[in-house]
Each structure stands twice: as C-alpha cells, then as structure tokens.
C-alpha cells in the first residue's frame, strides 16, 4: 500500500478552502492508502507565534482532522514537535540543500519581501518540510498548486542524498486533487482564501457559527450582471460562489446554474449559506465533543507513537548513511 503524508501549520482556524481542497479529500485518501496526518508546527515558528494561542490551534487542528472524519484506526495523526526524527532528519537535510534553491522559493520570498529581519527558518524550513515527507518513504503528497515547488525541492535533496550517500530515500509524487481544491477569497475572488486574510468578510472558518457564514456569503463581492452563470475569466465572483455550492452539495455547478434561471443573487446567496451551514453543522458538533475530550490526547499519543517508530528506522538508516554516530549503537 502506498503512502501518503500531509502537513497543515496551526496557524490560525483552517477555512472551508482548507476542508474542501484538503481535509475532506483525505477521508477518502485514508481508505486506500497508508496516511500520516501531521501537525506542523515546527514549521508555524518560522514566524512569530503567541505560545498559548500556537497550543490552542495545535488542539484544535487536531480536533478539526477527526471531526472531518479521519479515522485513527486506519491514519495516523500526531504532532510534529512530538516526534524528534523531524528536527533531527531536517537538519541533516539542510547540509544538502544549497542555499541559493531555498532563496528561490516563491514561499521565502513572499514572506520575507519588505521586512528588516528575517529568521534563518524561514529560509530553512523546506529541509525540514523535506525530512516530514521523507521519513515515511511517503509516495505521494496531497498539495495544491501553490505547493508544487516544495515537492520538487524535495525530489531534489532526496535524489542528491540518494547519490551521495545512499539510495535509501523514496522520491514522492505531487497529488493534486481534480475538484475543490482552490476556493477563492469571497471579497477579492481573484485570490485564494486565506485563513490569514485581513479582512474577516473574504473567509469562512470552519468553526464560523450559522450567522457569520450568512452575513459573509450575503457580503460577498460578485458583479452588475444579477445573473447566475459560470464564467471563472469573466466573472469571478458568482463563479467562485457557485463552486462553493456545488463542493458542499454534490451537485453539478450546470445543474445549480439551471436552478436559478431568472433569479437573482439575493435568493442564491440565502440558499448558498443554508447549503454550506447545513454541511458544517455535524462537523462542528464533532469538533466540540472533541476539543476538550481525553480521546484527543488518546488519538494523538497514539500518533506519535506509531509515527516515532517508523520515523525513527529512516532516522537511522540516514545517520548510518552519512557517517554519524556510532554503527553499534542502538
């Protein structure tokens, strides 16, 4: 069976593009393949973070995973800092990365564009974003498109270490999910939503209550026409809207544009909202049961046991590999 490994940061609440263009596709993923769900927040620290509120969205990540239906019995979900294979592997890995590839990374240069000082791991984190996805012997890696570059990285350094050293590292695919996997800011749709967006109005959070999500979807930017037509170039705004529609109800965005023939926005955005909140609804009522429950704790110390062990045997085999350590020691 082959492999597959996902990291999330818990930066911030995840929004119904995270769900639809991620979270919701590993329910499915999770029944053919061998998934490792990993909370990333070594990675979250290459920026600025309030340790309480950094520990609040570790929990709540993780709250998130299961009750977007991952299964524990048959996945895998732990925390990164809880497994120490990931800081080790990813400085080992930073010894065969160059530093002008990880200068080029579009994600580096966005961060650290028009700032004064810039940690040394937000230049460095691919390596360590490297290791997560090369402990597993992981074949395949769900991203979206913005993410693409990162997997090619990883090929990159695991190919280099793989002729260096030895050929011990499996080199993993991008997975790209066909549908729902970009979701639009709903007050610029030209961008993709952003859990960090600004403007509270362009996001809906998972965890947003029954009148927030109507309030945003009724404020949502769309155009003069008054029409329900898709048209992703032209109209951007009711195009998104519709993709909305049809990812949280099943139907075919042609089959929507049908139904609201000679209506206007008003009606479809109503409709819209009771759509999306209807389809959150038993997700947030597992999220509550969830969030303060011993089960959690259970889940995730399971997790990293499970991911420990595997993680630790690619551990020693690259240690070996590059000459560290003593060959005996156990």
């Known amino acids: 069976m082959d492999t597959i490994f996902s990291g ?11 769900y639809l263009g991620a979270l919701r596709n590993f329910v499915d993923l999770q029944k053919n393949y061998d998934c490792y769900f990993c909370i990333v927040d ?7 973070q309030d340790r309480l509120k950094l520990r609040n969205n570790i929990r709540s990540l993780a709250a998130l995973y299961l009750a977007a239906g991952i299964n524990p019995e048959k996945s895998t979900l732990f925390i990164q800092s809880e497994v120490s294979a990931h800081a080790e592997l990813g400085w080992m890995l ?25 940690t040394a791991g937000l230049l460095t984190y691919p390596p360590l974003m490297a290791a997560d996805i090369l402990l597993y012997s ?49 007050q610029n749709p030209t961008k993709k939503m952003s859990k960090s967006d600004k403007n509270q109005k362009a996001t809906i959070f998972l965890l947003d209550d029954e009148n927030k999500i109507e309030k945003k979807i009724k404020s949502a930017v769309t155009d003069s026409q008054g029409t329900i037509e898709f048209d992703k170039e032209n109209r951007p705004g009711i195009s ?17 544009v049908e139904k609201y023939v000679g209506r206007g926005y008003g009606d479809f955005k109503q409709d819209l909202a009771e759509v999306v909140i209807n389809a959150l609804s038993p997700l947030q009522k597992r999220y509550y049961d969830l969030i303060e429950s011993d089960r959690l704790d259970e889940v995730l110390d399971l997790g990293a046991d499970k991911a420990e062990v595997k993680a630790n045997k690619m551990l020693k085999k690259a240690k070996k590999a590059m000459g560290l350590g003593r060959v005996h020691k156990k």
């Open 8 to 18: 999330i940061q818990p930066s911030g609440s995840l929004t119904i593009g995270n």
């Open 138 to 186: 992981t074949n395949l890696v769900p991203v979206g498109d913005d993410q693409k570059q990162h997997i090619e990285l990883t090929r990159d350094i695991a190919e280099r270490f793989n002729r260096k050293y030895n050929d011990i590292f499996t080199l993993p695919e991008a997975h790209i999910p066909k549908v729902g996997a970009r979701v639009m800011s709903l």
């Open 240 to 256: 998104n809207l519709l993709t909305i529609y049809s990812s949280f109800s099943g139907e075919t965005i042609d089959a929507i």
């Open 94 to 118: 930073q010894c065969v990365a160059y530093t002008g590839e990880l200068e080029r990374m579009t994600q580096f240069k966005d961060k650290s564009a028009g700032k004064d000082a810039v």
């Open 42 to 48: 070594e990675h979250a620290i290459t920026v600025p």
